[in-house]
């Protein structure tokens, strides 16, 4: 099985940092794709950031652009997401997804982790 582990969330202070981070396991971690998205209260899911399978090429929500960083550890089949400067706005639970390509990653994944819960604090 495809399996996605989310963790890293927690408590931070505005302007702070996070690091998410995602181990899979269940399929070539370098052949696919990597995306993570959040949902906040009363919000629909929405998409944060998403890394290519190969090449490392990035894409990012506008909302989030300049702030957070995704990467890949092909060794340790992990993907992270380092986020700073951190606003109220960005509490959430992010998950973590896969898919084949960047391009279907951010619009339909294969598999989702359960999300880890991320809070600023003003």
């Known amino acids: 099985q495809v399996q996605l582990v989310e963790s890293g969330g927690g408590l931070v202070q505005a302007g702070g940092s996070l690091r998410l981070s995602c181990a899979v396991s269940g399929r070539t971690f370098s052949s696919y794709a990597m995306g993570w998205f959040r949902q906040a209260p009363g919000k629909e899911r929405e998409f944060v950031a998403a890394i290519s399978r190969s090449t490392g090429i990035t894409t990012y929500a506008d909302s989030v652009k300049g702030r957070f960083t995704i990467s890949r550890d092909s060794a340790k089949n992990t993907v992270y997401l380092q986020m700073n400067s951190l606003k109220p706005e960005d509490t959430a639970v992010y998950y973590c997804?896969?898919?084949?390509?960047?391009?279907?990653?951010?619009?339909?994944?294969?598999?989702w982790g359960q999300g880890t819960q991320v809070t600023v604090s003003s």
């Open positions: 997804a896969t898919a084949r390509t960047i391009v279907v990653v951010t619009t339909r994944p294969d598999y």
